[in-house]
């Protein structure tokens, strides 16, 4: 029998993705790590407030309430923790010299997809539906956007992912633009946030500046 795994392309990624794995893996698993923290909080104290609750409309503790936090049966900041751990792992493999498969980096393409589409169905819930701002949330969503973006262009200009040849012109310009994509992406949501709670906004200012 032939050995295909020796014949098969492996692929070694950028130093600068492998950054980005590590640091936007980082600020996710943080994140991830700080709302467990505080669903624990909250079991064991459940009518104290938690740190990140600042008013009303942005209060950890109030999503946590909600069905939208454990979509799976239990707390969604688990799956962050499993979850973010790969591209900090990955990240660290690839400094070091590791090379992978590309059915490997197809794997991390279709994970972050699945974290990015979750991400914006989160933001969705947590803005129209819930009517409440989770801040150690919202840096998870900034932390998953970038390794989306910045994963699956770069598997895309590597051939790992293929694409329509005709999109071959824009697909480049956008991966020397990941940077853009990501940002385009956290500031639409921003803005959207900022608009649906825009008559709320002086009432927090005054809160957090005492005037």
Same mark, same amino acid.
């Given at each position: ?7 098969? =392309? ?9 950054? #980005?794995? +590590?640091?936007? !893996?980082?600020?996710? /698993?943080?994140? $991830? ?41 239990? =707390? ?9 751990? #790969?591209? +900090?792992?990955? !990240?660290?493999?690839? /400094?070091?010299? $590791? ?113």
């Amino acid at each position: 029998m032939t050995d295909t795994s020796s014949t098969e =392309p492996t692929f070694a990624p950028p130093k600068k993705l492998a950054i #980005i794995w +590590i640091v936007f !893996g980082l600020i996710g /698993l943080i994140a $991830a790590f700080a709302l467990v923290i505080e669903k624990l909080h909250v079991l064991e104290n459940p009518g104290d407030a938690l740190s990140c609750d600042l008013n009303v409309f942005i209060s950890c503790k109030s999503v946590m309430a909600s069905w939208q936090s454990h979509i799976l049966g239990f =707390p969604n900041p688990i799956i962050g923790l499993m979850g973010f751990t #790969i591209p +900090i792992a990955v !990240g660290f493999a690839t /400094l070091a010299g $590791a090379r992978m498969h590309e059915w490997f980096y197809r794997a991390m393409v279709a994970g972050f997809g699945m974290a990015f589409v979750f991400v914006l169905w989160l933001s969705t819930q947590s803005i129209f539906v819930i009517n409440v701002l989770c801040p150690y949330c919202m840096v998870a969503w900034f932390g998953t956007i970038p390794l989306f973006w910045h994963t699956l262009l770069w598997a895309i200009n590597q051939d790992i992912i293929e694409a329509p040849i005709s999109w071959t012109n824009f697909l480049d310009a956008a991966y020397k633009r990941s940077w853009l994509l990501s940002a385009i992406t956290e500031v639409l949501i921003a803005v959207v946030i900022a608009i649906h709670f825009w008559d709320s906004w002086p009432n927090t200012f005054r809160a957090l500046f005492h005037f």
